[in-house]
């Protein structure tokens, strides 16, 4: 419908008519009100869900560096205690080593003592066989 006619519409027609028109203008308005507050409101969803998203990734990002440090510092420890358990291991068997070599000087030393004692007696023996044939 072109202007002239609606205006003829206007003039012509009831009082309820221009209400009608008003009602007819109010809701073109508000729509065009509600669809410029949806784009604004979609335009801020979309702006606060990049927000979230970057912020996720951030977090997740730091979330998986701190994995990481813990993972190595753990491989760090583990192979440190390797490295140690097995230096005290190789410790361990010298020390059994030189526990076995100063068993070994102990039982010749016990030996050598038998030996000696051995011996005191045999001169004992011979120093009274001495002094009986001398008396």
Known sequence: MDEGTLLDIFINSSPLAGFAMYLVWQNKSMAKKVDQMNDKSESRSEAL???FETR???LRA???GVIKDLQSEKESIKDDSQATI???ATKIDSLERQLQDVEKKFDQIILSIQ???VTVQELRFKDIARDSKTK
């Open 56 to 58: 996720e990734e951030s």
């Open 49 to 51: 869900t990049e927000r």
């Open 115 to 117: 030996q000696l004692g």
């Open 62 to 64: 730091r979330y998986d």
């Open 86 to 88: 097995s230096t005290l």
